[in-house]
Structure formats: C-alpha cells, structure tokens
C-alpha cells in the first residue's frame, strides 16, 4: 500500500492565484504527452506518485490528452483509485475542453453543449465526483463569450468543479471573461498560457498586469519551449525539432541566432550555479503573478530535474538585464 512522503510539503514552494483561495505547488505535473492508449500503466503509476512525493500536488489533465481522447485522465484515475484516493482531498485536479474530443460540431471549442459534455465524460474517465478546476481550453470566436462564462459558472454550481480557469485566451478575450465572472460571482481564478523565456507574447500582450488587476493568476505551460531550454540543443538545433504551434514564431531568426541565444543563456545559469532548464523556470517563478508552471516528464529523473529549479528563484537585476539583452537581440 502505498504511504506519501511525509516531508512532501517541505520541498516545493506552494503559490497562491491572486487573493484567491487557490494554490498550487510552484511546479504542477502535465500529462500532454505519453500518457495515451499506450503507455504502461505500471511506469505512469510510478511517476505520478514520485511526483507527489516530491510535493506536486497538481496534475494537470484534458480531454484531448492522451494520444486519444480522455486517455490519459483514464489512467490517471485508474492511479487515483488504487493508490492517490485517500488523498484526495490533498489533490489539485484540473480538466479542459476545447480542442478535439470527439467527431462533429460539439466535439471542440467552447459552447455550453461542448464543455458541459466533456466535463461529464472527464468525470466518468477519472472515477471523479468533480474536478477542483475546469478550463475553457481555447477561445472561441463563434460563441458569444457569455454562454461559455455561464456554463462555467453552472458547472460550479452543480458541484462538478470548484473552481474555473480559462486557457489561450489574450488579454483583451480574458479580460472580457472576467467581467462576466465577475457580475456572476463565478470562482475564476488562473488563466493557463504558454509562457517561457523565448516566448513572452503573455506578457507582452498585457495579459499578466491585467490578471494582476483582478486578482486572479497565471499557469505557464511549455516553460522549456519543448526542450529548446534544457542542455539538449547547446550544439545544434536539428531541423525536425517540433515546437508548439504558440511558440512556432521564435525560430523565425534562424537556428544559429537561436543558437546563440541558448548558449548565452546557458553561461548566465552556470553563473548561478544552475542548469538551463533549471533557469528557465526560476526565470518564469520570478514573476508573481504565475501561481504555477506546468512541466511534463517521462522518467523520475526528468521529474527531479524539474523540481531542482526552486533550489534558486532569486534573480539580481543583473542577471535579470543580462538575459533580457539575450533575448531581444
């Protein structure tokens, strides 16, 4: 039977959205990639409870999740009910719908029939009475943004989730989102982005001194640029590397001026007696408006690695000078 390390709150630091009552351990686990119809259960269990261990209490889910749908939240549940359900109440669980679930019009984006659907089938996939957060996954341009604020705001009341959160969306479409939030008394509290060193179209689209105003937070997903920040690409990026599609612009300098930016910013972590990767997200955490940054891992050892970061969330406004000149160049 399986027994939490009873340290686990000792090693992470812990994060609150805005004035809200919701926190998060500084680094959340995500379960994007290789978690879907074919990953071994027996490894899976194996990282999610390391990562608890460890002090993440967050796991970050969606439908379309997997490869295939609802596939990775099936095994994490099948985890959650052999080994996490005593814990339960200790347990951040997050779902989305937006992007591809299911065939025809209700099977992505973000009307009332869409969300409401998925969240009941995210619920059934992961033996769950309710999420503690649910998202919108991306803006819809063709639903008014009322009737997804109010069937966020029926989820809550239904009991079905606790609090709601909002993923993709610009600070001009969040901003509206949280005006109707507001005038419901919906509990909004994070809007989920990506966000790393190399892309910081979140910040400077006004959207982090906007959730600021509102007392709400920030999630950055993708805070090492899908391995673009870590050591793996110091001598070379390969032509093939898959970068999200809200990150694809950063490469439109070329390689080798992305290169040398990689590598200046790998002197600055050794300066600070740090791995790149470690940088990357202590550089994020230095903000404050981000309640979370959410990393993924295949192996324990990635997973470590990860949590090394908060080891060193100081930066002097040097160092912090330095890496901007880095990256504006």
């Known amino acids: 039977m399986y027994l939490a390390d009873e340290h686990r709150y000792e090693k992470i630091p812990v994060r609150r959205a805005g004035n809200t009552g919701f926190q998060l351990p500084a680094i959340s686990f995500g379960m994007w990639h290789k978690y879907g119809e074919h990953a071994n259960y027996g490894d899976t269990r194996d990282i999610i409870l390391k990562a608890f ?20 939240e099936r095994l994490f549940g099948e985890v959650l009910e052999r080994e996490l359900k005593p814990y339960r109440d200790e347990l951040v669980i997050s779902s989305k719908a937006g992007f591809h679930m299911w065939p025809g019009p209700y099977g ?3 009307s009332r029939k869409a969300l409401m659907a998925s969240l009941d089938r995210s619920l059934t996939h992961m033996g769950l009475d309710y999420v503690d957060i649910f998202y919108s996954h991306r803006y819809d341009a063709e639903t008014s943004p009322e009737e997804t604020a109010v069937a966020l705001d029926d989820m809550v009341r239904q009991g079905k989730t606790l609090y709601v959160g909002i993923s993709n969306y610009t600070a001009p479409q969040a901003e509206a989102m949280i005006k109707i939030f507001r005038d419901l008394h919906t509990p909004f509290v994070v809007d989920q982005v990506s966000y790393n060193m190399l892309n910081q179209t979140a910040n400077d689209d006004g959207l982090f001194d906007m959730l600021q105003r509102n007392n709400a937070g920030a999630i950055a997903y993708g805070p090492l640029c899908e391995g673009l920040l870590t050591d793996k690409y110091l001598d070379g990026i390969p032509e093939d590397v898959d970068i999200h599609w809200s990150s694809e612009f950063i490469l439109k300098q070329g390689r080798d001026k992305m290169l040398q930016k990689l590598q200046g910013l790998n002197k600055i972590a050794h300066s600070r007696g740090q791995k790149l990767s470690h940088m990357a997200l202590a550089w994020l955490l230095h903000n404050p408006v981000i309640t979370s940054v959410i990393t993924g891992a295949s192996k324990p050892e990635h997973l470590y690695e990860n949590v090394k970061a908060v080891q060193n969330l100081e930066f002097d406004e040097e160092e912090l000078q330095a890496i901007d000149r880095i990256l504006k160049a």
């Open 53 to 72: 261990d460890a002090g993440i209490f967050s796991f970050d889910l969606a439908a379309n999740y997997g490869p295939g749908s609802y596939e990775a």
């Open 108 to 110: 992505q984006m973000s």
